[in-house]
């Protein structure tokens, strides 16, 4: 069971980066996978996801400004994120469900998620 993020870093506000997160063969072919991220302080939060047909969802916090997408044959969910700003900074995590998660509407409830990575942060400075 594996989930690897990486391409976070520190950014001014106004820029932007990919996030990659590269998921073992069992986890890819068998789970939903999704973005969440988690402020100092705050509760982890659903990002954005995508699933095999193409059909995105992303917060309203996010919204135009973020987009996730997915290589099959690499194994890996992106997360592109434009415009940054400070308020986007956080530790960002990929998730790993049940794909039942994606029938539910529920996508962005943490709870729901049973594997994680080790996160990559992204700092956004004014």
């Known amino acids: 069971v594996q989930l690897v993020e990486s391409g976070g870093g520190s950014v001014q506000a106004g820029g932007s980066l990919r996030l990659s997160c590269a998921a073992s063969?069992?986890?890819?072919?068998?789970?939903?996978l999704a973005w969440f991220r988690q402020a100092s302080g705050k509760q982890r939060e659903g990002v954005a996801t995508?699933?095999?047909?193409?059909?995105?969802s992303v917060a309203d916090s996010v919204k135009g400004r973020f987009t996730a997408s997915q290589d099959n044959a690499q194994n890996t969910l992106y997360l592109q994120m434009n415009n940054l700003k400070p308020e986007d900074t956080a530790m960002y995590y990929c998730?790993?469900?049940?794909?039942?998660?994606?029938?539910?509407?529920?996508?962005?409830?943490?709870?729901?998620?049973?594997?994680w990575g080790q996160g990559t942060q992204v700092t956004v400075s004014s």
């Open positions: 063969g069992y986890i890819y072919s068998r789970y939903f």
């Open positions: 998730a790993a469900g049940p794909r039942s998660i994606c029938a539910s509407g529920d996508w962005d409830d943490f709870r729901g998620y049973y594997y």
């Open positions: 995508t699933t095999s047909d193409g059909s995105t």
